[in-house]
């Protein structure tokens, strides 16, 4: 009999990989749903179809009824509340598996209070944007005791991903180390490819032009984030993919983890994170990674916007 699953977190990358849990995580039980908004749990449900998953009405319920509960979450305090609660249920022999994003101290003391409780923990955050998991091609990185990263192998790679990074028996806070380490060059890749597209407009090259040769040089994630800065993706949609907040969360942890690793100097990192300060002035809660690019052109005396 397969383990009954249960998800807690509905955003943009919980989603997708609930869809790939369902249609090929040869489960035999429906997947039980949580999210702190209920609303969006309900529609997801409606989406996946009939017998495909239940809608818990509280965390307590779909941790009771599970052997495996896979969380993925905002950031490190939705994360631990969520545990809080979860905890206070008898947990002892169930796995709980974090996919967030969360600072690695975070994941190391997640691991002590689970592990007190008799419950087993993998931290198992995941590389790759909301289309990815969607796919099912995310890069999923886990670190815990090599017994419960074993129960959790068979929905990665060829359910929710598309190739796993094993630190079997490593702390948790090995994966999100990694985890924030990788963030930073995305975050850094993004402002290049901000600052590149400013100066090919300005200096007439054109954006076209640049753009012709990044799909040339590098294809994968340089090009999907230079194709959304020329649509003007990075300041039309009305929900963010990577939303800034969530990138300001990363490059905090990483400018943290550096300081505390004997004053390491993240100054790329820094100037990208200046820019998402402007980029939450400029757009709200709407700020996506990529509207660096708005704020970089604003800077060097362009419009935020790249059309009218
Ligand atoms: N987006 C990306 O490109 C990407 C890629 C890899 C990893 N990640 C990481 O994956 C995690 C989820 O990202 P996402 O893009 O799916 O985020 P998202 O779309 O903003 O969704 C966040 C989820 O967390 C819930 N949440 C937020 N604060 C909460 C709180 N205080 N208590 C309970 N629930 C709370 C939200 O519930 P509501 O629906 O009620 O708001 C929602 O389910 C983050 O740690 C992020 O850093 C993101």
Known sequence: ????????????????????????????????????????????????????????????????????????????????????????????????????????????????????????????????????????????????????????????????????????DQEPGQATLLKIIGNTFVINMVESLGEGHTLAERSGLGSENLHKWIETMFPGPYTAYSSRMMAGDYYKRDEPLFGVDLARKDAGHALDLAKKSGGVKLGALEIADKHLVEVKKHLGAKGDLPSIYGAVRKESGLKFENKD
């Open 1 to 168: 009999m397969a383990p009954q699953l249960s998800w807690i977190g509905l955003g943009n990358m919980g989603r997708g990989m609930c869809v790939n849990l369902v249609e090929k995580g040869k489960l035999d039980k429906p997947l039980i749903i949580f999210n702190r908004t209920t609303k969006r749990a309900e529609d997801f449900s409606a989406k996946l179809g009939a017998g495909k998953s239940e809608v818990a009405s509280s965390i307590g319920d779909a941790v009771k009824s599970s052997d495996i509960i896979f969380i993925c979450l905002g950031d490190d305090k939705a994360v631990n509340e969520t545990i809080d609660t979860a905890l206070k249920e008898d947990v002892k022999g169930k796995l709980f598996v974090d996919c967030s994003t969360v600072h690695p101290e975070t994941s190391n003391a997640l691991a002590k209070t689970i592990g007190a409780k008799g419950a087993e923990f993998v931290a198992m955050p995941v590389f790759g944007a909301p289309a990815m998991a969607e796919a099912g091609s995310l890069i999923c990185v886990l670190a815990g005791p090599g017994s419960s990263i074993n129960k959790v192998k068979p929905y990665t790679t060829g359910v929710i991903g598309r190739a796993n990074i094993d630190y079997s």
